[in-house]
């Protein structure tokens, strides 16, 4: 085991090339949902259960198939109604058992990025060559689904081995929101390829928010206002990134999705900010700041 | 930055990345996919908009209780005796139903009552009470130690043993939600119609067997004040914006369930009760509201699906 995961450098929050979003925006703007399916009885994964309660779990695993059966709707209507475009962090198998989901974001032009096979599939003690037969079954998945290149990862129930993100960028994928470390895009030290980490937060999670802080869903609300206001006004001296991470098994429940949306209409109304897609802001940050980024960065040394 | 001293790695078997049931739909029989804003349109009694489903539980938690195979929401927590959360939890059924039902009654509200079996055996005078208001009975196991698991003893005497100290009822809510793979089958066998432990929808659907009832995990009263620690006007606040969303999806998407999950030791305080009085009073006072029981709504339901020739939902 490593005591420093060794993927990227130091560079100190002020001191960095400066971002200039397109069109002059001060905060690249985007809304994660994680679409996803547990398996009501799935393997076991020597390093992590699946279920909370032994199997069959009907809480749990009833209050996440809300999600597909109710809450995605009522999310997806709120994110029409603000005009923002989703970035799917997708369990690929729902391709198959949800293949009315996935024509809604097509439909709608939303990226579609991986978020593994099933959110009840751990990488924890997976050999690279199973490692890698998952990344490229998100790959022929969602390629065959959507058409769609897959640029973008989030490891299944954020579950890793040490050359996860090595691999996902050698199979040429361009961005991760695995690491939580900025609110700035940053280059990722990999084996091969140029990998970029777009920020995601834990902090605006619904599934943070709700399941660990239990907030209320006007104070998700309120939080969600809050974060924004502070990388809007940063963002003035260099661009900053806002990423809203969503589970519609969370946040569309009726009591919780309409201060979701004011929230998301409160951002929307102002003018400076770029609403984006996970690919997009990766590939404005690849095109144009990574090598200065990479560059300025101090390495770090282990003592 | 590679490390030189391994770990002796578990092993991972190929059968990890075998997926026999990646198909369309779910991946088990219990019921069918389903969109729920894809469905056709339910009308409630009296052209209502919102079906309102009280189901406060009545529970009784054994001072020797083991928590197989977990604690349910609510157990126990100390050395035994534990008298503290004990006779906490019993102050539901001797003092706080009381105010519930006199919050329910004035607005001509009649519930459904998830009644532990060794509540009413233990408690006829409260049975009783039920009973004289025509409140629904739903079944809620035998008491909160008896929860339903894969490799307990004898499910089919359990369920029996705890209808047999129920009125006849059509309804049941497993203790803390908890089935085996076999719950479903021995609640129809034994003659139950519809289920409460599924959380997957706002609305009753058929299931391979039974029914489903939207019974909630969410809009409930020890999930918000006493898991959450929110305040009760925050638990006000939660109950009026369910409400409110639902009342305004209803005028395009059809009848819609506001179903309230009590704990009448959670709620019946007296610093609480008002949180829940504000609530049913701002429900109340919209159009279009028809307070039912859980059989009630599911008869209204299944009438119209029939008419609609509908297979499931």
Redesign the interface.
Known sequence: ??R?P?LYDYLPYHRRPKIEWPGGARVAFWVAPNVE?Y???P?K???RAAW?????D??NY?????G???GF??MMEAMDRCGVRGSVSLNV?VC?????IIAECKKRGWELYSHG??NT?YL????EE?ER??IQ?SIDTIRRASGQKLDGWLAPALTYT?RTLDLVAEMGLTYICDLFHDDQPAPVKVRKGRLASIPYSLEMNDVIAYNIN?????HYAAIIKRQFDRLYAEGEESGTVMCIPLHPYLVG???????FEEALAYITGNDKVWLATGREIARHFLDNYYDAFAKAAHPVR?F | MRSRRQRIPFVISDDYLEYPRRRYGMDHERYAWSILPRREKVTWPGGARIALWVIPALEWFPLDMKGQPFKPPGALQTAYPDLRHYTLRDYGNRVGIFRVMKALERHGIRASAAVNAAVAARYPALLSELVSRNWEIIAHGLDMDHLHYEGMADEQALISKTLALLPKVRGWLSPAKSESHRTLDLLAEAGIEYVCDWVNDDMPFRMQILYSMPHSSDIDDYAILVNNHHDEDEYRDQLVDQFEFLYREAETQGGRIMAISLHPWVIGQPYRIGALEAALAHIMARRGVWPATGAEILDAWKAQRAAQGAASA
């Open positions: 085991m490593k420093d060794g399916f398996e009501l009885e393997p994964n020597p390093s909370a309660r032994p199997v069959p009907v809480l009833s209050a996440r198939d809300y597909n059966r109710a709707w009522r198998a198959e058992h949800h293949p009315e096979t099933y599939r924890f003690n997976m050999s199973q037969a998952l079954d040490e239990l907030v209320s869903p006007r429940h009726p009591y919780r999705i309409q201060a282990d």
